[in-house]
């Protein structure tokens, strides 16, 4: 196991997520932006808004992300650089004002982004995102993949999961009163 410090890698000392790519890379939602390692070099990519970037998923050769008031992909270039693009033109209607993308999931050719805020599935195919609407005013708090199934907590409210297209009750609020759930595992049996 490595360990490295914020002056080898050359950025922000908070990390958030990670994820690897399909040519080995690893890509780190880091404080100052997305980290690329290639298993000798770092490279830092600021998103344009220069937020922080809380959320990242390697998508085949898409690296998507997730940060303050932006969400998007980035792409290698012919030069082997990464250029961003960014999915907010897509959205059915604006942002919420402080709105930030902490998690993000895939299930086949769809991804399904997490806000406080709001929960949205992009359809990688048909290049359209969606927003779901929430079965309670409340604030989604995680996003879990399971197997091929998407579940989400919200805050007083429970967890649901997202099967065939629609949202589904799991486990209600009086049952979990204040816990909030950190990862769900597939049970494999004994």
């Known amino acids: 196991m490595m360990n490295f410090d914020p002056n080898v890698y050359k950025a922000g000392n908070q990390n958030w997520m990670i994820t690897q790519a399909g040519n080995k890379d690893l890509f780190v939602a880091n404080s100052s932006g997305l980290l690329r390692y290639n298993g000798a070099d770092w490279q830092l990519n600021p998103i344009p808004n220069k937020t922080i970037v809380r959320s990242v998923l390697a998508v085949d050769s898409l690296i998507f992300t997730g940060a303050y008031m932006e969400i998007g992909y980035w792409q290698e270039n012919d030069y082997g650089l990464l250029e961003y693009t960014s999915l907010l033109p897509r959205f059915p209607d604006p942002i919420a004002d402080g709105e930030q993308f902490w998690h993000m ?20 195919k048909e290049n359209k ?13 995680n996003l879990f993949r399971v197997g091929d199934l998407i579940y989400f907590q919200l805050m007083e409210a429970g ?3 997202i099967q065939k297209g629609r949202i589904k ?8 009163v204040d816990v909030e759930i950190m990862h769900l595992y597939r049970h494999q049996g004994l």
């Open 105 to 124: 999931e895939q299930v086949e050719d769809v991804l399904v982004f997490q806000s406080f805020e709001g929960l949205y599935s992009y359809h990688l």
């Open 129 to 141: 995102i969606k927003r779901w609407e929430l079965p309670h005013q409340a604030s989604v708090t």
């Open 159 to 161: 967890l649901f999961v």
């Open 169 to 176: 009750e799991v486990i209600p609020y009086r049952e979990m």
